[in-house]
């Protein structure tokens, strides 16, 4: 552990600023983890690309259809790639909270910066207030490291932002990934202050929460090393001239992707997202790989579709 638990709200101020993206993770032929797919990829995002810190074992990495001993490896080879160079935030999800635990240990261990652990799907559970706080306050009384929350509709509700602050008073709680509509995040954000980072994973709406709400974190989904190149920083460009508040300049280059994300959504099947963004992955010269059960390949069709679409998009290799 890099800080005390009593500080990790003060050490994620200071250290996680910037572009974080959520790591998908390649599975060869046979469906087994690519390690060595995973590290050349880590090694671009933060060599080349610059990304300040990796989401790791969540949604896009397919955390569902891996084994436990799978999740902790993930884990262990990203802060291995990272070292000093990146920070790391680790999901350590599931339903059944001796897991969730489990994974945490192992991310202290292991030497990860900070985990995440979405908010649990509550069946037959309408008053969820009290059940959430709880839930996220047993997990604080149990580990040392800094959690941040994690709600999205996947979980079958979203969580309030008075429930949101509510929890961002236990003292471990440093940030939250809120994906929900901007009139949700944008009322925590006034409500939390500077007690948490709030951020959400929609990229187009990145530059506006710098400008408007003050936000220093983008948490974090794929687009990082999706629409950048190492000759192509348009992202991270636009983020520095946010940052520097040089906001019209930041809005020509944010928009000057605008084809780049038109690409991407296009030719996105709706039924197979994941496959679509490690062939995507393939086309900048990263490792993609396979997708797991249940989620399903691309066809030769789809793919010669996205191939047309990245020629055209205007992505400098």
């Known amino acids: ?22 790591a998908l993770n390649p599975f060869d032929e046979t469906l087994a ?13 933060i060599d080349d690309l610059g990304i300040k810190g990796l989401f790791i074992a969540g949604k896009q990495g397919e955390f569902w259809s891996m084994s436990l001993d799978e999740r902790k490896r993930n884990m262990t ?33 292991c030497g990860a910066d900070y985990v995440v652990v979405h ?8 008053d969820r207030d009290e059940v959430l706080y709880n839930y996220y306050k047993y997990l604080c009384d149990r580990l040392d490291i800094g959690i941040a929350m994690w ?3 996947d979980s079958g509700y979203l969580m309030e932002p008075e429930t ?56 974090c989904s794929s687009p990082p090393y999706q629409l950048q190149t190492k000759n192509d ?11 520097a508040g040089k906001f019209d300049a930041a809005r020509r280059v944010r928009d000057s992707l605008d084809p780049v994300r038109h690409a991407i959504k296009s030719t996105k099947p709706g039924g197979k997202p994941t496959a679509h963004g490690k062939y995507w992955q393939e086309l900048l010269g990263q490792v993609g790989g396979r997708v797991r059960h249940p989620m399903l390949e691309l ?5 010669a579709a996205t191939s047309a679409a990245f020629e055209d998009s205007g992505l400098q290799l």
Request: hydrophobic share 40%; with cysteine; proline share 3%.
């Open 164 to 219: 949101c602050a509510r929890i961002a008073e236990l003292p471990n709680i440093m940030a939250i990934k809120y994906s929900v509509p901007r009139e949700m995040y944008a009322r925590l954000t006034k409500m939390v202050g500077d007690k948490i980072l709030v951020s959400t994973s929609a990229e187009p709406e990145w530059l506006d929460n710098i400008e408007e709400l003050g936000w220093q974190l983008y948490l």
């Open 119 to 126: 908010a649990p799907m509550l069946s037959f559970c309408h």
């Open 233 to 243: 920083l348009r992202m991270q460009e636009y983020t520095e001239l946010a940052f």
């Open 77 to 109: 080879i990203a802060v291995e790639e990272c070292g000093d160079k990146a920070g790391t935030i680790m999901s350590i999800s599931d339903q059944n909270v001796e897991t969730v635990l489990d994974l945490g240990r192992h991310a202290q261990d």
């Open 1 to 22: 552990m890099k800080y005390a638990k009593k500080d990790a709200k003060a050490y994620a101020r200071e250290t996680m600023r910037g572009i974080w993206a959520a």
């Open 151 to 153: 709600s999205h509709p």
């Open 33 to 45: 983890l690519n390690e060595d797919g995973l590290r050349s990829n880590i090694r671009h995002w």
């Open 299 to 303: 066809t030769e069709a789809e793919k």
